[in-house]
Protein backbone atom coordinates (compact mmCIF):
# COMPACT_ATOMS: atom_id res chain seq x y z
CA UNK A 1 0.00 0.00 0.00
CA UNK A 2 1.22 3.43 -0.79
CA UNK A 3 2.34 6.06 1.47
CA UNK A 4 -0.79 7.99 0.84
CA UNK A 5 -3.36 5.18 0.82
CA UNK A 6 -2.05 4.46 3.97
CA UNK A 7 -2.44 7.96 5.08
CA UNK A 8 -6.02 8.29 3.77
CA UNK A 9 -6.92 4.72 5.60
CA UNK A 10 -5.67 6.50 9.05
CA UNK A 11 -7.35 9.66 8.62
CA UNK A 12 -10.59 7.66 7.29
CA UNK A 13 -10.39 5.26 10.95
CA UNK A 14 -10.29 8.51 13.03
CA UNK A 15 -13.40 10.09 11.55
CA UNK A 16 -15.46 7.61 11.51
CA UNK A 17 -14.67 7.02 15.21
CA UNK A 18 -15.38 10.67 15.99
CA UNK A 19 -18.16 11.51 13.43
CA UNK A 20 -19.67 7.59 12.29
CA UNK A 21 -19.05 6.01 8.60
CA UNK A 22 -22.23 7.60 7.64
CA UNK A 23 -21.34 11.10 8.28
CA UNK A 24 -17.70 10.78 7.56
CA UNK A 25 -17.57 13.34 4.09
CA UNK A 26 -14.58 12.46 1.86
CA UNK A 27 -14.07 16.50 1.50
CA UNK A 28 -12.98 15.55 4.78
CA UNK A 29 -11.40 12.68 4.72
CA UNK A 30 -9.05 14.58 1.97
CA UNK A 31 -8.79 18.05 4.05
CA UNK A 32 -7.04 15.75 6.72
CA UNK A 33 -5.42 13.47 4.94
CA UNK A 34 -3.52 17.16 3.20
CA UNK A 35 -4.75 16.24 -0.42
CA UNK A 36 -7.54 17.27 -2.90
CA UNK A 37 -10.54 15.02 -3.62
CA UNK A 38 -9.55 14.11 -6.51
CA UNK A 39 -6.23 12.80 -5.57
CA UNK A 40 -8.58 11.12 -3.31
CA UNK A 41 -10.58 9.62 -5.65
CA UNK A 42 -7.65 8.03 -7.92
CA UNK A 43 -6.45 6.05 -4.80
CA UNK A 44 -9.98 5.59 -3.81
CA UNK A 45 -12.95 5.89 -5.88
CA UNK A 46 -16.00 6.35 -3.35
CA UNK A 47 -16.23 6.08 0.55
CA UNK A 48 -17.42 2.47 -0.24
CA UNK A 49 -13.75 2.19 -1.11
CA UNK A 50 -12.58 3.59 2.18
CA UNK A 51 -14.57 1.43 4.05
CA UNK A 52 -13.80 -1.95 2.48
CA UNK A 53 -9.95 -0.88 2.88
CA UNK A 54 -10.56 -0.13 6.54
CA UNK A 55 -12.03 -3.07 7.32
CA UNK A 56 -9.85 -5.56 4.98
CA UNK A 57 -7.12 -4.05 7.54
CA UNK A 58 -9.03 -4.91 10.33
CA UNK A 59 -9.83 -8.31 9.35
CA UNK A 60 -5.68 -9.22 8.70
CA UNK A 61 -5.14 -8.18 12.24
CA UNK A 62 -7.80 -10.03 13.73
CA UNK A 63 -6.07 -13.16 11.17
CA UNK A 64 -3.30 -12.81 13.09
CA UNK A 65 -4.97 -12.94 16.79
CA UNK A 66 -6.75 -16.05 16.05
CA UNK A 67 -3.48 -17.67 14.65
CA UNK A 68 -1.76 -17.12 18.27
CA UNK A 69 -4.14 -19.82 19.66
CA UNK A 70 -2.58 -22.06 21.86
CA UNK A 71 1.09 -20.93 20.97
CA UNK A 72 1.50 -21.40 25.21
CA UNK A 73 0.25 -24.88 26.64
CA UNK A 74 -0.55 -23.37 29.95
CA UNK A 75 -3.31 -20.57 31.06
CA UNK A 76 -1.00 -18.12 29.98
CA UNK A 77 -2.51 -18.78 26.23
CA UNK A 78 -5.56 -17.79 27.73
CA UNK A 79 -3.63 -14.69 29.06
CA UNK A 80 -2.07 -13.54 25.92
CA UNK A 81 -5.53 -13.03 23.93
CA UNK A 82 -6.83 -11.14 25.99
CA UNK A 83 -4.45 -8.71 25.55
CA UNK A 84 -4.24 -9.09 21.86
CA UNK A 85 -7.55 -8.01 22.00
CA UNK A 86 -7.11 -5.49 23.87
CA UNK A 87 -4.87 -3.77 21.99
CA UNK A 88 -6.64 -4.69 18.83
CA UNK A 89 -9.72 -2.89 20.04
CA UNK A 90 -7.81 -0.05 21.58
CA UNK A 91 -6.26 0.65 18.03
CA UNK A 92 -9.66 -0.07 16.00
CA UNK A 93 -11.97 2.02 18.95
CA UNK A 94 -13.48 3.36 15.19
CA UNK A 95 -15.35 -0.04 14.77
CA UNK A 96 -16.49 0.46 18.78
CA UNK A 97 -18.77 3.50 16.96
CA UNK A 98 -19.66 1.82 14.05
CA UNK A 99 -21.28 -2.03 14.81
CA UNK A 100 -24.68 -0.89 13.95
CA UNK A 101 -23.98 0.84 10.32
CA UNK A 102 -21.69 -1.98 9.16
CA UNK A 103 -24.51 -4.11 10.51
CA UNK A 104 -27.02 -2.35 7.85
CA UNK A 105 -25.03 -1.03 5.30
CA UNK A 106 -22.27 -3.14 4.62
CA UNK A 107 -23.60 -6.78 4.57
CA UNK A 108 -20.69 -8.32 3.23
CA UNK A 109 -18.16 -6.86 5.46
CA UNK A 110 -21.24 -7.63 8.38
CA UNK A 111 -20.97 -11.48 7.23
CA UNK A 112 -17.29 -11.29 7.30
CA UNK A 113 -16.95 -9.54 11.17
CA UNK A 114 -19.38 -12.30 12.45
CA UNK A 115 -17.32 -15.29 10.84
CA UNK A 116 -14.10 -13.30 13.34
CA UNK A 117 -16.56 -13.85 15.97
CA UNK A 118 -17.83 -17.35 15.30
CA UNK A 119 -14.10 -18.77 15.48
CA UNK A 120 -13.05 -16.52 18.13
CA UNK A 121 -15.57 -17.95 20.16
CA UNK A 122 -14.59 -21.53 19.05
CA UNK A 123 -11.07 -21.21 19.71
CA UNK A 124 -12.52 -19.71 23.27
CA UNK A 125 -14.62 -22.91 23.67
CA UNK A 126 -11.43 -25.49 22.60
CA UNK A 127 -9.68 -23.58 25.00
CA UNK A 128 -11.94 -24.33 28.07
CA UNK A 129 -12.55 -28.04 26.77
CA UNK A 130 -8.24 -28.22 26.72
CA UNK A 131 -7.58 -26.57 30.11
CA UNK A 132 -10.58 -29.21 31.47
CA UNK A 133 -8.70 -32.03 30.33
CA UNK A 134 -5.64 -31.02 32.12
CA UNK A 135 -8.38 -30.65 35.11
CA UNK A 136 -7.86 -26.79 35.12
CA UNK A 137 -11.13 -26.63 34.61
CA UNK A 138 -13.84 -28.20 36.65
CA UNK A 139 -16.11 -30.86 34.60
CA UNK A 140 -19.20 -29.16 33.30
CA UNK A 141 -22.17 -29.71 35.65
CA UNK A 142 -25.03 -29.18 33.46
CA UNK A 143 -24.12 -29.44 29.46
CA UNK A 144 -23.87 -26.63 27.89
CA UNK A 145 -22.50 -24.59 30.51
CA UNK A 146 -19.02 -23.96 28.95
CA UNK A 147 -20.94 -23.12 25.58
CA UNK A 148 -22.31 -19.86 27.77
CA UNK A 149 -18.79 -19.74 29.15
CA UNK A 150 -17.49 -18.95 26.07
CA UNK A 151 -19.77 -16.72 24.52
CA UNK A 152 -19.82 -14.20 27.73
CA UNK A 153 -16.12 -14.51 27.50
CA UNK A 154 -16.38 -13.46 24.31
CA UNK A 155 -19.28 -10.57 24.81
CA UNK A 156 -16.90 -8.94 27.10
CA UNK A 157 -13.49 -9.08 24.99
CA UNK A 158 -16.06 -7.52 21.99
CA UNK A 159 -18.26 -4.65 24.52
CA UNK A 160 -15.93 -3.86 27.80
CA UNK A 161 -14.52 -1.28 26.22
CA UNK A 162 -17.51 0.60 24.56
CA UNK A 163 -19.61 0.22 27.84
CA UNK A 164 -16.45 2.07 29.40
CA UNK A 165 -17.14 4.25 27.02
CA UNK A 166 -20.90 4.92 26.86
CA UNK A 167 -20.21 5.36 31.05
CA UNK A 168 -17.42 7.80 30.42
CA UNK A 169 -15.34 5.94 32.14
CA UNK A 170 -11.36 5.32 31.72
CA UNK A 171 -10.42 1.76 30.90
CA UNK A 172 -6.97 -0.13 30.80
CA UNK A 173 -5.94 -3.59 30.49
CA UNK A 174 -6.06 -4.37 34.41
CA UNK A 175 -9.77 -3.52 34.21
CA UNK A 176 -10.56 -5.51 30.97
CA UNK A 177 -8.63 -8.21 32.17
CA UNK A 178 -10.27 -8.57 35.33
CA UNK A 179 -13.39 -8.20 34.03
CA UNK A 180 -12.72 -11.64 31.95
CA UNK A 181 -10.14 -13.29 34.42
CA UNK A 182 -13.55 -13.10 36.65
CA UNK A 183 -15.24 -15.22 35.05
CA UNK A 184 -13.34 -17.62 34.87
CA UNK A 185 -12.33 -17.88 38.36
CA UNK A 186 -15.42 -19.90 39.65
CA UNK A 187 -14.68 -22.48 37.41
CA UNK A 188 -10.63 -23.22 38.53
CA UNK A 189 -9.95 -26.56 40.13
CA UNK A 190 -7.67 -26.48 43.00
CA UNK A 191 -4.46 -27.21 40.58
CA UNK A 192 -6.15 -24.36 37.96
CA UNK A 193 -6.03 -21.89 41.06
CA UNK A 194 -2.46 -22.57 41.66
CA UNK A 195 -1.10 -21.91 37.80
CA UNK A 196 -3.37 -19.11 38.13
CA UNK A 197 -1.42 -17.61 41.22
CA UNK A 198 1.61 -18.57 39.83
CA UNK A 199 1.52 -17.69 35.68
CA UNK A 200 -1.37 -14.60 35.92
CA UNK A 201 -1.03 -13.39 39.10
CA UNK A 202 2.45 -13.31 40.14
CA UNK A 203 3.73 -11.48 36.45
CA UNK A 204 0.85 -8.44 36.63
Known amino acids: MSE ?27 DEAGISVGNLAYHYKNKEAIVEAVY ?16 LPDLRDFDQQFELLYQFFTRN ?6 VWEIERSYPHLKESWHKFNQ ?6 RKRLDYNQKRDILLP ?20 WIPQQMLQGKRWSFAGYRKAL ?15 YEVLILAVR
Not at 12 to 17: D, T, V, Y
Not at 140 to 159: F, P
Open 4 to 30: TKERIRLVAEKLFFENGIANARLQQVA
Open 119 to 124: KITLQI
Open 93 to 98: TFYLNN
Open 181 to 195: WNQVLPYLTEKGKKE
Open 140 to 159: EVYKGTYDQLAQAIWITLNH
Open 56 to 71: EHLFEEFEQILASYLQ
